[in-house]
């Protein structure tokens, strides 16, 4: 094979009788942007390793032609589906499954994941800040600042320098 663009079709071919959408959406590759690499255009990194994870395709072959076109044995990276935990496992596949779908039900899902894992986010940095004002609280009382009352700071430590005047 002479260029990416003819190996690209090969392994299309192998894998889904040369149905480019089909194609596209099994490895979750928007089917115009998938057209684009078909065409010629050089695909993003994050495309290629859908490629390689979904039809176990060989990256360097399809690059550059040196190699086998597919990946053998312990080479192929493990099924981002599995899991240890078989409920995650099967939402994982799930989720998948309706992601590739290229519905609304996939648009509204990619949202939702999104919204959530943000949130999830938020509420972690909010756990850190929440321990770290205990522990400042904490750290407060050992200093003998207890007697003071809440929300109050402990008085600046000032220390005379040479040259500085200090009191009236």
């Given at each position: 094979m002479s260029n990416l663009t003819d190996r690209l079709k090969q392994i299309i071919e192998d894998k889904e009788k040369g149905k480019h959408t089909l194609f596209a959406k099994k490895a979750g590759i928007p089917p115009s942007t998938f057209q684009g690499y078909?065409?010629?255009?050089a695909p993003k990194v994050e495309h290629l390793i859908r490629i390689r994870e979904c039809y176990n395709v060989n990256i360097d072959w399809l690059l550059t032609g040196d190699g086998s076109p597919y990946i053998i044995g312990e080479e192929r990276t493990a099924d981002p589906t599995t899991d240890s935990d078989p409920e995650v496992a099967d939402l994982l596949k799930m989720t998948r499954e309706?992601?590739?779908?290229d519905t609304g039900y996939a648009h509204s899902l990619k949202a939702n994941i999104r919204s959530f894992h943000s949130a999830v986010e938020t509420q972690t940095r909010l756990d850190k800040l929440e321990q770290r004002?205990?522990?400042?609280e904490k750290d407060r009382s050992g200093n003998g600042n207890s007697g003071a009352p809440p929300g109050a700071h402990p008085a600046p430590d000032i220390k005379s320098e040479p040259g500085r005047k200090t009191g009236t």
């Open positions: 078909v065409d010629g255009r309706i992601i590739q779908s004002i205990l522990e400042m």
